[in-house]
């Protein structure tokens, strides 16, 4: 019997296929009609129009099955509607942060990581956030899609007994780099998965922590800065970071144009007030403020990061 990859597959392609094949027996049968009545009432065999009564049993047929099946379709999509709504009481939380254009994944051990991993067989809830503008969770496999709206609590659950990988979208258009939010479902069996979510994350060993901003390195990815910008001079949706630390910089503020240096109280009131002082060129309201996301000292330490980058030219 067919399942599907999770515990909603086979009740949404039930309803789907049903609505789908009335479609099909609809377009069939009408057009079927159309080509009758045409061979028949054409005009060498009709070559006067004659008047045609109406007929009320007709009419009743015609508007009694279609009203049938389409509440028929109804309850048909309700049954399979209504599940996704009662999310289990001993489901595994998963806090979900969309935000321009990356995804982040949190569990209740402090474990974050860019794709979302769950245990075979468990009910798993997502605790659904946006940081920006309207994004959608879109798992295909899973037959699921729930959009996440700033501002709003929103959830939605599963449970899949199929391991594997399976992809995962942003379904609704949130701006210029929406393509690129993409990112996967790992369902592991529960041992491996038991494993993986008590495992420490790994640590940055002594010989990497004393290069030069490498923690800020590992901020700016996980923080998503990388979804904009880049390391090495090119531009995406803001400013790359290469060569920036210490050169002039066009900004608008408060509608005019200044000259400025990017300097370290810069950067802070950048990743604070990110519309303060947009650089020229680049549009403004792309970047969400990170006050409350970032410390003072995760802060200094990006910054430092930066001041590695060295010049464009170089």
Not at 140 to 145: D, E, Q, V, W
Not at 274 to 297: H, N, R
Request: aromatic fraction near 12%.
């Amino acid at each position: 019997m067919y399942t599907g990859y999770s515990n909603f597959a086979s009740s949404v392609d039930t309803a789907f296929l049903f609505i789908l094949g009335v479609s099909v027996i609809f377009l069939v049968g009408i057009t079927g009609v159309i080509i009758y009545f045409i061979i028949k009432y054409n005009k060498k065999r009709h070559p006067v129009a004659e008047e045609i009564e109406g007929s009320n049993k007709l009419e009743i047929i015609w508007t009694v099955i279609p009203t049938i099946l389409v509440l028929i379709m109804f309850w048909v999509g309700w049954k399979a509607y209504i599940p996704e709504r009662r999310i289990p009481k001993d489901a595994l939380q998963v806090k979900v942060t969309a935000q321009m254009w990356s995804w982040r994944f949190e569990y209740d051990n402090g474990k974050v990581t860019d794709t979302l991993i769950v245990p075979q067989g468990k009910n798993v809830v997502l605790l659904l956030k946006s940081m920006d503008v309207i994004h959608a969770v879109y798992i295909p496999a899973f037959r699921i899609k729930e959009d996440v709206v700033p501002g709003r609590e929103k959830s939605m659950w599963f449970k899949s007994d199929v391991p594997g990988t399976y992809d995962l979208f942003c379904a609704e258009y949130c701006g210029l780099r929406h393509s690129y939010m993409l990112s996967a479902v790992k369902v592991l069996p529960q041992d491996q998965f038991n494993a993986w979510f008590a495992a420490t994350p790994p640590k940055m060993d002594s010989a990497a922590a004393s290069v030069p901003g490498a923690a800020g390195k590992l901020l700016v990815q996980s923080k998503a800065c990388i979804a904009c910008h880049t390391f090495d001079g090119s531009k995406l949706v803001g400013p790359s970071f290469k060569g920036i630390f210490g050169h002039k910089v066009t900004v608008e503020t408060d509608g005019k144009e200044r000259e400025i240096v990017v300097n370290e109280e810069y950067i802070k009131r950048s990743i604070l007030d990110p519309t303060a002082d947009v650089v020229k060129g680049f549009q403004k309201g792309q970047m969400v403020s990170y006050k409350g996301q970032l410390t003072d000292d995760e802060i200094a330490k990006i910054i430092e990061f930066i001041k590695t980058l060295g010049d464009e030219k170089d």
